[in-house]
């Protein structure tokens, strides 16, 4: 079973449409868990952590499942500039090692 | 806004050669990781360094990986004789704390070994 398991996408979506990324885990161990998004050829950059209680950033929300090992994420109200690959990460046995997953891509489209 | 830097953005090297890729992470910060990411592929570790030492590796960090701080800025991965599968994207990060959050990533060295 792959550490971190993702939607491979890509998920084609209109301007304003809402959309869900899903990711499962497979280290109970994991402490920290995280969304990532990366443009094409750039570094990964921070989207937002994910508690057990869920939590938001504006138009983005998290979720997380520590007994189904099962982390979410939605976008609302998609925008153009929201294209690009969306990242689930875990951390490893230890505090600051991160494990991605493979992505799933998102193309928002006018 | 602190950033970490990479040198250089692009590398292309011969087979069997060896190379450096340099890394000045954020100033204030204490742990050092180098990622690599094949074209098309996850995102995978290689190192996390802390206290002059290596603190975890994974099973790609063999021994032709080594990882250095020559001085109070850098942070240098080694590839002592590359092969065509290195092939790949260099992240170095880096964070203040031993939690995973604050991690920074900077833009990336993108290998091609020919």
């Known amino acids: 079973r792959k550490e971190v398991e993702q939607d491979p996408g890509p998920f084609n979506v209109p301007e304003g449409a809402t959309v869900a990324f899903n990711c499962t885990y497979s280290n109970s161990a994991s402490q920290s868990f995280f969304w990532y998004r990366q443009d094409c050829r750039k570094e990964p950059k921070l989207l937002m952590s994910?508690?057990?209680s869920g939590n938001e950033d504006g138009r983005f929300t998290a979720q997380l499942n520590r007994a189904s090992q099962y982390i979410s994420l939605l976008i609302r109200d998609s925008k153009l500039s929201d294209s690009a690959t969306y990242l689930c990460v875990v951390t490893g046995g230890g505090y600051n090692k991160l494990i991605f997953g493979a992505g799933t891509r998102l193309a928002v489209h006018p | 806004e602190p950033e970490v830097t990479q040198t250089p953005s692009h590398q292309v090297t011969q087979m069997g050669q060896e190379v450096i890729l340099r890394c000045v992470p954020i100033?204030?910060?204490?742990?050092f990781y180098w990622y690599r990411q094949i074209l098309g592929q996850k995102v995978e570790f290689l190192v996390s360094f802390y206290n002059n030492e290596i603190s975890e590796k994974s099973e790609i960090f063999d021994d032709q990986f080594s990882v250095e701080r020559p001085d109070g800025s850098n942070f240098t991965l080694k590839i002592r004789s590359t092969k065509l599968e290195d092939s790949a994207m260099y992240f170095c990060?880096?964070?203040?704390?031993?939690?995973?959050?604050?991690?920074?990533f900077g833009s990336g060295t993108r290998l091609t070994v020919v």
């Open positions: 100033s204030n910060h204490l742990y």
């Open positions: 994910v508690y057990s």
């Open positions: 990060a880096s964070s203040e704390s031993a939690r995973a959050t604050g991690y920074t």
